[in-house]
């Protein structure tokens, strides 16, 4: 009888170019993100919308804001897919060249004195390019990190691609600083364009780092001894269905952030307040700052002590510090404003945002890892995106309540308790082990050897 032939072992490892490669893709599709949340506060409304009413002007460029995350869910079952299939290394280079166009298309769109309705209809289908982009550059670089890294500091190197959104939405405040600080008529004719044209840039370096990056050992491995999965969608729902939800909760943790940078960032500079449009800015920039240095000390010390405990600080501190944040700005206290919004946004919300790549992808397998990550994540995402939208409402006819916003923002932040008091310990689990309690029958026909 013939003995099989092993399958040949997985190539080492390349962490630190993995983390890179990460770092740089998610700093691009989150500097193109909130270049958009960051003008759908303060610019669109008045180009874009009927400026006569600019309440209903204001909620409607808001309203785009989510639109992208509606379409986020959507991307996610296809580039999930995908990137099951045919690797992570190929969803990580689409969607970068994707998002980097879609980018620049908005700034070269006609404004609605130029079009009329045409206009927000192109900006809403550019937006849409966004969020299909969005769904699969955040799973494909958190999926790429951790195959890549080595057991015992997956929570470090996998936290790269949260500290590249950080990176992004840093650059794209400092970016927007000195062009909201141009006098009205350039603003609102030329000035609000360049951000979103200097994008190429950043999607140009990105892609010559992606490009030469090797595919994942654990992909590798997975496709040489049992092939890949042929309906991960399947065996997703068949084996990680509790996973699955656990990710969907624990992503509306991202609502933290979109009220921190979009609602907050618009009220603030609302006649009810009456905040600088720059000072504000600012905020969001020392913020940012804090967090790029906190995200990989709180991964770090989750590889030592545990993601669940990291986590649960950053999900529950996140509810109470919301409330100090969103009361400073209604005093109109610049002192306040600024450390409350670095202690909420740099410090605690980092805790749990530094550390869910890691905990969400050792829930999966790696046969379904990206698809499991991108969906769950997506799903909740696009619940996060509209919170924007229902801060607004909720804020009452004057846009003013921000205790109803707070409460609001609180509670979005009890699923994701739930999702850790409820999720398994991963970080002493190897990485070939992990997803093994979801999936203890062996492989079914879904499974084809590629």
């Known amino acids: ?49 009927d400026d006569s009413d600019p309440a209903t002007a204001t909620l409607l460029s808001l309203a785009t804001f989510g639109v992208a995350y509606a379409a986020r869910p959507v991307g996610a079952f296809f580039l999930g897919h995908v990137g099951d299939r045919m690797g992570r290394k190929k969803i990580m280079v689409f969607t970068l060249l994707l998002m980097g166009l879609s980018t620049f298309l908005i700034g070269c769109l006609p404004t609605r004195e130029q079009v009329g309705t045409l206009a927000p209809v192109l900006l809403v289908l550019c937006r849409v390019l966004q969020g299909i982009s969005a769904a699969g550059e955040q799973a494909s670089a958190n999926s790429m990190t951790l195959e890549h890294a080595p057991d015992g500091r997956r929570g470090f190197f996998t936290s790269f691609t949260l500290s590249g959104t950080q990176g992004g939405q840093l650059l794209a405040t400092l970016v927007f600083i000195p062009v909201a600080a141009l006098p009205e008529e350039h603003l609102l004719s030329w000035g609000w364009r360049v951000p979103f044209w200097l994008s190429v840039a950043v999607a140009v370096v990105g892609w010559f780092i992606r490009r030469n990056l090797d595919e994942t050992p654990a992909f590798e491995q997975q496709t040489a001894s049992q092939g890949v999965v042929k309906l991960p969608l399947v065996v997703l729902v068949r084996e990680h269905w509790a996973d699955v939800l656990r990710v969907i909760g624990g992503a509306l943790i991202a609502s933290v952030s979109t009220i921190f940078t979009v609602w907050a960032l618009a009220y603030a500079t609302s006649d009810s307040v009456g905040m600088s449009r720059t000072a504000m800015l600012w905020v969001g920039a020392l913020a940012n700052v804090v967090a790029l240095a906190a995200i990989p000390l709180w991964a770090t010390l989750s590889d030592r002590i545990g993601r669940r405990p990291v986590y649960l600080i950053g999900a529950a501190g996140s509810a109470v510090t919301m409330f100090l944040y969103l009361w400073a700005i209604s005093t109109g206290s610049y002192p306040l404003t600024f450390v409350a919004g670095i202690l909420c946004f740099g410090v605690v919300y980092s805790a749990a945002n530094g550390v869910w790549p890691a905990f969400y992808g050792e829930m999966f397998s790696t ?30 006819p004057d846009g003013d309540d921000w205790s109803a916003v707070a409460l609001f923002t609180a509670a979005l932040c009890v699923p994701p308790v739930i999702a850790a008091l409820t999720a398994r310990e991963t970080h002493q689990v190897p990485t070939e082990r992990l997803g093994e309690r979801a999936a203890e029958e062996p492989a079914r026909p879904e499974t084809v050897t590629a």
């Open 367 to 396: 046969r379904v890892r990206l698809s499991g990550v991108a969906i769950g994540t997506q799903i909740g995402f696009a619940v996060a995106g509209f919170a924007v939208t229902f801060a607004a409402r909720i804020a009452g």
């Open 1 to 49: 009888m013939s003995v099989p032939t092993p399958a040949p072992e997985a190539p080492p490892g390349q962490p630190k170019k993995a983390a890179t490669a990460a770092w740089i893709g998610s700093a691009l599709e989150y500097y193109d993100f909130f270049i958009y949340g960051s003008a759908a506060a303060l610019i669109f409304p008045e180009i874009f919308f």
